[in-house]
């Protein structure tokens, strides 16, 4: 490769200080002044190329494409491939009449609100093995019934959003699971065994399984979401993206949607496996070692793209479709995910940005001067740090690789404050990443609900921020506990007691509202 500009022309004085945040702050901030997430990413952008290039226009230019666009799209061509190839296969079943039949069948087995959206959250939970495939699978499935009982898309992107990432951090089989080993392997310690005895601990995950159901089932909403929960009940206004009503096909059945998503469920699967060696590689055998070397970026698009083979031909053979229409809905599907692409192009952009500025550095930095005089309380500020660096550059992975090789030092002598103190890193991770504008899985979760990128965050940011709240509490009496039994009930005593007080200070329900009939 030839020397570049963006090899020379680089300014240091920005390098590895609080500006390095800078340009991801300004790009959130706009976006939720603005509700423009595409043009303040690139503001974002541009602002953290122009202090990577010491403000020089050329270098800055370099920069943006050479260092941002080019290994964006390079780094996610997988997960790009594999948004194109779910929105054809979902246009498919929707030409078939597919989803309008589980629309029907699901309206007359699921008869309420809450659970429509308790059977979002059980799959949810159910696709535990990648927060990608969890956010899209889930979305694809639930869109036709959250909508037949008036639940927002809102509210469907936070059920989708709290079950990808948080339950993916507490299974110890998901690609998530393997990426944690992989840090933690690196610094001479049993990866899955820190990571399976770093669960008890991680309360932001598992008290945001108590909050999620609690909020169904005591039936209320508060903030934005209370807002975008009564216009789709009262008025049918689900926020959804664009029109995606299903086509009523009198031949489709039930299974022109199960099918093919169970499909991709067993192809995605089986090409995670494959990928990590489970048949006969490195793995031989062992499911809990193939997860950890898979790749979901190449594992992911070899699934879909059996499964919508089998899709195409399965539906053109009972002659739900044909093939002109067939056809017409690759072109559709790829289409419906330009969107999610742009912005998910944009937030990598913005995150190699961030790293080139050393934001990991700086942040690295402020947890290591914390350490002396705070060590009971250490956790608890690991884990607001962890937050704030999830949130502003919108990746958990990097996040806990950051900290990770930070926190172990500190608590070498000390096991038990480790296992919480890794806890802390990976419950920070996730709460900061769960609600980030620049968040890929975040991302992920509104193409899946098929609603508006801005919307999605500002409606499930102060669900986040609760229970973010509730975990740094939990947090703070695990550094002087120390002991899961005592700890986890009293965190979820703490997060009902939360919902109970929400509920009847600020919390509104749509119980009193006529329902909306199309």
């Keep these: ?70 290994p964006a799209v390079a780094d996610n061509a ?4 594999f948004l194109v190839v779910l929105g054809m296969l979902v246009a498919l079943v929707n030409s078939a009449g597919g989803a309008a ?15 429509v959206q308790i059977a979002s959250f059980v799959l949810g939970v159910l696709i ?20 037949s009982k008036n639940v927002s898309r809102a509210k469907l992107a936070f059920i ?22 992989g840090v933690a392997a690196d610094l001479g310690v049993n990866g899955i065994e820190l990571f399976i005895n770093a669960i008890p601990f991680n309360f932001y995950s598992l008290l945001m399984i108590v909050f999620v159901v609690g909020l169904i089932f005591l039936n209320f909403d508060y903030g934005p979401m209370a807002k975008a929960e009564l216009e789709a009940y009262r008025d049918g206004k689900t926020g959804a993206l664009e029109e995606d009503t299903p086509v009523t096909n009198p031949k489709a059945s039930l299974w022109d949607m199960l099918l093919p998503i169970i ?14 060696g489970f048949f006969g590689g490195d793995a031989n055998g062992d499911v809990i070692a193939a997860f950890g070397n898979t790749d979901a970026f190449t594992a992911l698009p070899w699934g879909s793209l ?38 998910l192009t944009f937030a990598v952009t913005l995150k190699n940005m961030t790293s080139l500025l050393g934001a990991d550095v700086f942040v690295a930095g402020l947890v290591e001067g914390a350490a002396p005089g705070l060590f009971n309380l250490l956790p608890a500020v690991i884990f607001l740090v962890a937050v704030f660096l999830g949130f502003s550059t919108g990746t958990s992975w990097g996040t806990f690789g950051i900290l990770i090789p930070i926190v172990m030092p500190i608590f070498a002598n000390d096991p038990t404050l480790l296992i919480i103190g890794i806890s802390a890193c ?19 979760s509104s193409a899946g609900a098929n609603m508006k990128h801005v919307d999605h965050v500002s409606t499930q940011l102060p669900y986040v921020v609760t229970m973010a709240c509730v975990s740094f509490v939990m947090f703070v009496i695990a550094g002087f506990v120390q002991n899961a039994f005592i700890c986890l009930p009293i965190g979820v005593v703490l997060t009902l007691a939360t919902l109970v007080v929400l509920k009847k200070t600020i919390g509104k329900s749509v119980q009193d509202v006529e329902p909306y009939k199309s």
């Design 128 to 147: 535990f093995v990648d927060d990608y495939f969890n956010c899209l699978t889930v979305g694809s499935v639930m869109r036709p019934l959250t909508d």
């Design 101 to 115: 039949a589980f629309g029907r069948w699901a309206g007359t087995h699921v008869k309420s609100r809450v659970g």
């Design 306 to 343: 059996i499964a919508v083979v089998f899709t195409f031909l399965y539906l053109i053979a009972r002659r739900v479709l044909t093939l002109k229409t067939a056809s017409e809905s690759f072109v559709a599907g790829f289409n419906a995910m330009v969107p999610a692409i742009l912005v």
């Design 263 to 276: 499909v991709l469920i067993i192809c995605c699967i089986g090409a995670m496996l494959y990928v990590g």
């Design 1 to 70: 490769m030839s020397p570049s500009l963006t090899q020379k022309g680089r300014d240091v004085e920005f390098v590895n200080t609080a500006w390095a945040l800078a340009p991801a702050l300004i790009a959130i901030v706009l976006a939720l002044v603005t509700k423009e997430v595409y043009v303040s990413l690139f503001v974002g952008i541009v602002m953290g190329a122009l202090l990577v290039a010491g403000f020089n226009p050329v270098t800055t230019l370099d920069t943006i494409v050479g260092e941002g666009i080019v």
């Design 426 to 444: 990976l419950a920070g991770a996730v709460a900061g990443d769960h609600c980030s504008p620049i968040s890929d899985t975040t991302v992920m």
């Design 78 to 81: 997988g997960i790009f491939i």
């Design 160 to 181: 989708i959003d709290a079950t990808a990432a948080p339950i993916c951090m507490i299974a110890p089989v998901s690609s998530w699971a393997a990426a944690v080993s």
